[in-house]
């Protein structure tokens, strides 16, 4: 499964990769999110600003797509260990 090499973090990952389009004062720092399920699958995904196109493309190919610890903010995920 996925997992964040600073803090250990393997249930939640972010996206920087699509873009946060949300018209509001205090955007998402993140556009999409997902929860993972202990056998590393996509449990849920949050949708903070991807639109579902972006949202689909994630979802097949997590590993090209969630890129970053939203817990400390890291950008050191190991996908494969
Ligand atoms: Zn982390």
């Known amino acids: 499964m996925p997992h964040c090499t600073n803090c250990g973090n ?17 955007p998402p720092p993140y556009g999409l999110l997902a929860n993972f399920d202990e056998d590393g699958s996509i449990d849920t995904m949050e949708c903070q600003g991807a639109d579902l196109d972006d949202a ?5 190919r997590p590993e090209l797509y969630f890129n970053a610890c939203p ?3 890291s950008c050191d995920i190991l996908w494969h260990v």
């Open 71 to 73: 817990v400390c903010g």
């Open 10 to 26: 393997t249930k939640t990952l972010a996206s920087t990769l699509v873009p946060v389009n949300t018209p509001t004062a205090n």
């Open 56 to 60: 689909q493309k994630a979802f097949e």
